[in-house]
């Protein structure tokens, strides 16, 4: 069985980047095949992918498993800062170089 991209669970569930490593992998999959297909004897056939560890991500990923907490964002949601900001971002589409986005801000 062959997985990449997504299916191998490269999206990052963070960003939702996946492009990048679905193409990186789809290419890396089809290098070693073409590979090992040059030598094809018809018996049974092992292919080994040069693919990253992620080591980093995958710290990243256990340490935001094992430690992340609501509290800390629920605090910010309540507060006028993130409230303006959401604002800015959701309703206005240029933020602060819009007179709009200035006059919401004001007014409140
Ligand atoms: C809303 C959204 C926004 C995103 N934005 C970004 C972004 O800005 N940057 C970024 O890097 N990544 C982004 N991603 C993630 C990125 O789209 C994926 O990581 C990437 O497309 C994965 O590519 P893939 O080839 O592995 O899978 P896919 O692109 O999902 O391709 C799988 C294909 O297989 C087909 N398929 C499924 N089952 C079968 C079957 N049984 N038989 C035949 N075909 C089948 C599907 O129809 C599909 O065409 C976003 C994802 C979403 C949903």
């Given at each position: 069985m ?78 006028g ?28």
């Amino acid at each position: 069985m062959l997985l990449v991209g997504d299916a191998a669970g490269l999206v990052s569930p963070l960003t939702a980047g996946g492009i990048h490593t679905a193409l990186e992998s789809g290419r890396a999959s089809a290098v070693a095949l073409t590979a090992a297909l040059v030598c094809d004897t018809g018996a049974a056939m092992t292919v080994t992918i040069d693919v990253p560890q992620f080591r980093i991500k995958r710290l990243l990923r256990k340490a935001f498993d094992v430690f992340q907490n609501d509290w800390l964002f629920d605090v910010l949601l309540s507060t006028g800062a993130l409230s303006a900001t959401a604002r800015l971002t959701y309703f206005h589409r240029r933020g602060l170089l819009s007179s709009s986005a200035w006059k919401d801000l004001l007014r409140r």
